[in-house]
Every structure is written in structure tokens, then in C-alpha cells.
């Protein structure tokens, strides 16, 4: 089985994944997983690792989830409009209270075990580097 | 020659898709709203430059505006919105999966 190694995953700089299985077609390269297989993989990764979250990891997170805006404001209890501009305002980190509902909230989707206490909950100041494998 | 008269236009109207859709057409929707796709590495590596998920190719059929065939290289070109409210163009080839091969914001192409 071929594989390959991506790095910058997703736009995260920081995040590489290796052993990604591909297969060749007539129309180049085919990522040989199932739709949103590998941002679960990283999604996993950012919460266990306690990445913090700005636009770009928030566009991820919610795509592994699989969940809508309005799913996400609801859920939240804030408007539309504010999970909108936290998906469009790329780099900058959300607001701690909510980075903190949204690390809950993936980690219970993807039932990842993490401590709901306050200390726990909060994301490091800084990312570092992620090295994942595929299969 | 004018190239939109060369291709098969379909068009969102406000009762859904217009009737020439055919039924290639209905396929490549179904399959990307039922998340049976599969994507280049290509298209893995646009999408990480663009910040584009999974998440929004999907959404780009739930809210598709047309879809179009480009017959010069046997693709589909599928226009419509990411989860941001962006315009997204995909261009997909049916083979034994359907296959996402590019992925672009509208004029970044």
C-alpha cells in the first residue's frame, strides 16, 4: 500500500500526518480514507494535546465533529453570527470561556476522556508540534 | 466559441435543481451530501491552503447553486457555499467513486 506524509494539515503549521494511504487514479493521487477519517485523527490530537483554538483549529474541530453553526450556537447559547466569526477570523483564539465549552464539547462528540475542571479545560498559551500517523 | 454554450448548464431555481438535470448529475450530489467521496491529494493540499473541511465541501452540495459539465476534460464543475457563506467551486469526475479532483474559492481559481 502506498502512503504519503502531509504536513501542514488542514493549515495547522504545526501538524503533520504521516502513512496517509492513497491509491492512483486517472485523475492524479486519491486519499485512499473516508471523509472526515483524518480531521477526527487530528481533532483528537488538538484536544488531547490541548492546542489552543483560534479560527483555523475551530474550522476543524467542528467539521470532525460534524456539526452546523447554528448546531454549535445552540449548543454554546450565542448567535449565529458569533460562530461565524470565529470560523472567519482565522487566527485569532476564541474567547477562553468558550474555547473551553468547545474543547468539552468535541472531547464529549469524540469521547475523548478529559477532566471538566476549570484548570484542565483551559488550552495551553502555545501549540507544538503534532506528529500523527494515518494507519 | 462563447464556453458556457458549450456546457450543460443547471441552474438552482427557487423549486430546486431545473428538470435536465441528469441522473449522473443527481448521483454526484447524493454522494457528496451522503459523505461517498473521495478526494485528490490535490485537492488535501488546496484545502489545508484555504482552510476548507470536509465540513464545507458537503455543505457546498446541501446548498448547491448549478452544476455544470465540463466535457474538455470530463468533469463536473458544482458551485455553491461553504459553511462560511463563501462561494465554492468544486470540479468532481465520476469513476468508480466520485472523485473531488479541484476545489476553489470563486475568482482564486
Known amino acids: 500500500m502506498k502512503t504519503i506524509t502531509m504536513k501542514n494539515f488542514a493549515g495547522l503549521t504545526y501538524v503533520t500526518v504521516s502513512n496517509i494511504p492513497i491509491k492512483n487514479s486517472d485523475c492524479g ?12 485523527l487530528v481533532a483528537v490530537a488538538l484536544i488531547e494535546n490541548k492546542i489552543p483554538i483560534t479560527g483555523a483549529e475551530f474550522r476543524l474541530l467542528k467539521s470532525a465533529i460534524n456539526l452546523s453553526n447554528d448546531g454549535i450556537a445552540k449548543m454554546l447559547g450565542v448567535s449565529r ?3 461565524q466569526k470565529w470560523g472567519k477570523e482565522i487566527e485569532k483564539r476564541l474567547p477562553t470561556p468558550y474555547e473551553m465549552l468547545v474543547r468539552f ?10 477532566s471538566s475542571s476549570i484548570e484542565e479545560l483551559r488550552a495551553n498559551d502555545k501549540t507544538k508540534k503534532i506528529v500523527l500517523k494515518a494507519a | ?14 423549486f430546486g435543481l431545473i428538470s435536465n438535470m441528469g441522473k449522473i448529475e443527481h448521483f454526484i450530489i447524493k454522494q ?17 491552503e484555504r482552510f476548507i473541511s470536509d465540513n464545507d465541501i458537503i455543505e457546498m452540495a446541501k446548498t448547491l447553486k448549478s452544476i ?6 470530463d468533469t463536473y464543475l458544482l458551485k455553491g457555499l461553504d459553511s462560511w457563506g ?13 472523485i473531488i479532483v479541484t476545489i476553489f474559492y470563486k475568482e482564486q481559481r
Open chain 1, 81 to 83: 453570527n458569533t460562530v
Open chain 1, 29 to 40: 493521487a486519491i486519499i485512499d480514507t473516508e471523509p472526515r477519517e483524518l480531521e477526527v
Open chain 2, 32 to 48: 457528496i451530501k451522503e459523505e461517498r467521496y473521495v478526494l485528490t491529494v490535490h485537492v488535501r493540499k488546496r484545502m489545508a
Open chain 1, 105 to 114: 464539547l468535541v472531547a464529549d462528540a469524540l469521547g475523548i476522556k478529559i
Open chain 2, 1 to 14: 466559441m462563447n464556453v458556457e454554450k458549450k456546457h450543460k448548464y443547471l441552474q438552482m431555481t427557487k
Open chain 2, 86 to 98: 463563501e462561494q465554492l467551486h468544486a470540479s468532481v469526475a465520476v469513476r468508480e467513486n466520485v
Open chain 2, 68 to 73: 455544470m459539465r465540463q466535457e474538455d476534460n
